[in-house]
Structure formats: structure tokens, C-alpha cells
């Protein structure tokens, strides 16, 4: 018999749009086909050219980089102006789920450290059980983007 998720009563949050998430702590947001074509199609961009003004490939596994949002040099996300997300009606999958992210709800006790970074945790609206393992599998299904990276040639004597 499996046990229940802590987060079986569901847990409250409330996005108070306090930026914490968003600035000055380096970190990756993963974009998927969806989170591409929609921030892409906000800005009136074609797919490579989104990727190339806004993105960056990062290192994943031996072979493996995935698309990830670019940061400022100050490490704020590249998206945030004037006090807030300059896209914030079509953000990326990974924006819009958290905190339910299986990171943070892996344990009571990891929600609790996040709920001491974000304000919004425990505060707010009830999201029950069935909501939070939404976002869950929709952060499985949506496929974060990743591309293979050739070998490099192997030179003899250098």
C-alpha cells in the first residue's frame, strides 16, 4: 500500500509576484516545444530566432544539452523589467508550476525551506491534491527540449 503525499489535504499558495524566483540567483528555466512556441509567438519571433536572442544550451548528460532562458548578467531572468515578468501571461510550464515542482514537494521539510524563500507558500489560495499532481504530470509530459552534441573528432598527435 503506498502512502499518501504530504500534500494530500493540498497546500495553499498565492503568487504575490514578489520577484524572488525570478532574480538575482542563478538557475535554469527549461523551455519545452509549448513554452517555446508560446514565448516565441508573444514576441512575434520565429522559433530560431526566439533561441537565439533569448536562450542559451546548457550541459545535461554526456551527449546532452537542453534549452534553457538566458540570464542577465546580474542573474535575473531575461524576461523581468520594471518590477515583474515581461512575459508573464505566457511564462514557461516551469514558471507557472511552482512551487509544485517534485523538488519541493519531495517532503514536508522541503517545502518548508522553499516557504522560507517565497512568501506566497502557505499563504493563499488551497490548491487540492488533484491540482498540485496536475502540474506535476504536466511537468513530466511537456518534454523539456534537448539536442545531442556531436563528438568532437578525435585527432591523432595532437
Known amino acids: 500500500m503506498s502512502e499518501m503525499p504530504f500534500h494530500a489535504a493540498g497546500l495553499r499558495f498565492s503568487c504575490t509576484r514578489c520577484?524572488?524566483?525570478?532574480?538575482?540567483?542563478?538557475?535554469?528555466?527549461f523551455l519545452s516545444e509549448l513554452d517555446l512556441s508560446?514565448?516565441?509567438g508573444v514576441l512575434g519571433m520565429g522559433h530560431a530566432d526566439f533561441v537565439d536572442a533569448w536562450?542559451?544550451?546548457?550541459?545535461?548528460?554526456?551527449?546532452?544539452?537542453?534549452?534553457?532562458?538566458?540570464?542577465?548578467?546580474?542573474?535575473?531572468?531575461?524576461?523581468?523589467?520594471?518590477?515583474?515578468?515581461?512575459?508573464?501571461?505566457?511564462?514557461?510550464?516551469?514558471?507557472?508550476?511552482?512551487?509544485?515542482?517534485?523538488?519541493?514537494?519531495?517532503?514536508?521539510?522541503?517545502w518548508e525551506r522553499m516557504a522560507g524563500e517565497c512568501p506566497g507558500i502557505n499563504s493563499?489560495?488551497?490548491?487540492?491534491?488533484?491540482?498540485?499532481?496536475?502540474?506535476?504530470?504536466?511537468?513530466?509530459?511537456?518534454l523539456v527540449i534537448e539536442r545531442s552534441v556531436p563528438k568532437k573528432p578525435h585527432t591523432v598527435g595532437g
Open 19 to 29: 520577484s524572488g524566483c525570478c532574480r538575482h540567483d542563478g538557475g535554469f528555466v
Open 38 to 40: 508560446r514565448l516565441a
Open 55 to 110: 536562450c542559451r544550451w546548457v550541459p545535461y548528460v554526456p551527449g546532452y544539452e537542453r534549452l534553457s532562458l538566458r540570464e542577465k548578467a546580474n542573474l535575473d531572468c531575461v524576461f523581468w523589467k520594471d518590477g515583474g515578468c515581461s512575459v508573464y501571461e505566457a511564462r514557461p510550464l516551469q514558471c507557472r508550476a511552482f512551487p509544485f515542482w517534485d523538488s519541493v514537494l519531495c517532503s514536508p521539510r522541503a
Open 124 to 142: 493563499g489560495r488551497l490548491h487540492p491534491k488533484e491540482e498540485i499532481d496536475g502540474c506535476l504530470r504536466q511537468l513530466e509530459d511537456e
